[in-house]
Structures are given as C-alpha cells and as structure tokens.
C-alpha cells in the first residue's frame, strides 16, 4: 500500500516535469507566431492549450484525492499541498501562452511587432523557454541550487520588459493598437518568468521547509 501512494505522489510529480515541457513548448510555438505571423503555429497553441487544462484537472485532483484518502503528514502533505499551487503557476503559464498566440492570430496577416523590437520579442521567448526548463528540472530534482538560476533568469527578463517600455515611450511611429499589442505581450512574458520563478521558490519550501523571500 505504500509503495503504491509513493508511486502516486511520483506520478504528481511526473505530470508538473510534463507540464513545464508543454507550456514550454507552447510559449516557443507562441513566439515564432507572433515574430512570423504564423496563423497555422499560433492555432496550434489555442487548441493544444486544451491539453495543459486536461493535465491540471488530473493532477489537481490527484492530489486532493491523496489528502482525502491518505491524510498525509509532514514531509508528504507539503509535496501534495506544494504541488496543488505549482500546478495552479503553470495552468497560468499556459494561458499567457495562449494569450500570446491569440495577439499572434488577432494580427495575422501581418506581425504585431515591428521591426526594431523583434530581437528583444526574440529574446523574451527565448528567456521564457530557458526558465521554464529549468523549472522542470527543478520539480524533477529538487535541486534548489539550480532554482536560484531562475531568479537570475527572471532579472533578464524585467530588464527586456523595462526596454520595451522605454521603446514605447521614446519616438513611438507605430499606432496605439501596435503599442497596446507589444505591452500586452511584454507582460505576458514577463508573468510567464515570474510564475516560473514561484514554482522555482515552491520546490525549495518544498526541500527546506523555508519560504524562498521574494526578491
């Protein structure tokens, strides 16, 4: 009986490692999208979005179903409880994800970002896919040296947010409506890192029984 509820909170585990790797996948897809106003990729990730919830009802309920019928007790009631909010991080990754490919579609045939900020766009997801493997590595390993890298990441990706900002309010040439896209989805990003970064803090309550303070 016990090697089955330990395979139990296994599989817990194994679908967040999963999930990280989806909604990776979706904020990539996302990005190419929106920098190459690809209606067919940014369709891809609404309906692959469907996935990610399916995932997060089995593992939410899965937990719950362990606290009920198990009544966990130290160590293995942080991992269920610990888990029910890391679950909730990346159900909202997904969706900043899907968020972006909506603005990729909304736009489509043409690109919401011009020109002079496609690197910084670029970069972004590039930042977002980083943080988000790492965070799955984190959630599989339990390593808190590596989730402190997510910190540093998350710091890069303020700093990308804060330029497009400065590019909006330099010598905007570009419209309200193209000025309203790039701040939605600088913020898309930027919530991305920062929900990363909490299921990163989340592990290391998780091994520390310490609440990583919030920088």
């Known amino acids: 009986m016990r090697d089955e509820y330990h ?4 599989a817990v585990t194994d679908s967040l490692v999963e999930m990280t790797r989806l909604v990776g996948s979706a904020m ?18 609404i309906t692959a979005d469907e996935t990610v919830d ?5 593992v939410e309920d899965r937990a719950l179903e362990l606290l009920a019928r198990q009544a966990p ?34 736009r489509y045939p043409g690109s919401a970002i011009p020109p002079e ?17 790492k965070a799955g590595v984190v ?8 989730a402190a890298e997510l910190e540093r990441d998350d710091d890069v990706m303020d700093g990308l947010h804060r330029q497009l900002f400065a590019e909006l309010l330099e010598d905007w040439q570009h419209g309200m409506e ?7 989805c600088g913020r898309y990003y930027e919530r991305f890192a920062d929900h990363a970064v909490s299921v990163a803090r989340r592990v290391v309550y998780l091994v520390t029984g310490e609440h990583a303070v919030a920088s």
């Open 7 to 10: 395979d139990e909170l296994q």
């Open 117 to 133: 900020l496609r690197a910084v766009i670029l970069e972004m997801g590039q930042i977002a896919e980083r943080i988000v493997a």
């Open 178 to 184: 193209c000025a309203v896209d790039v701040t939605l």
């Open 139 to 146: 959630i599989a390993t339990r390593d808190i040296q590596q």
């Open 28 to 45: 990539s897809r996302a990005t190419r999208a929106l920098l190459d106003a690809d209606l067919t990729l940014a369709e891809s990730v």
């Open 73 to 106: 007790v130290a160590s293995d009631l942080r991992t269920i409880v610990t888990s029910l909010r890391m679950v909730a991080d990346l159900e909202r990754m997904g969706d900043l994800a899907l968020h972006v490919a909506k603005v990729a579609r909304r």
């Open 54 to 58: 399916l995932l997060y009802r089995e």
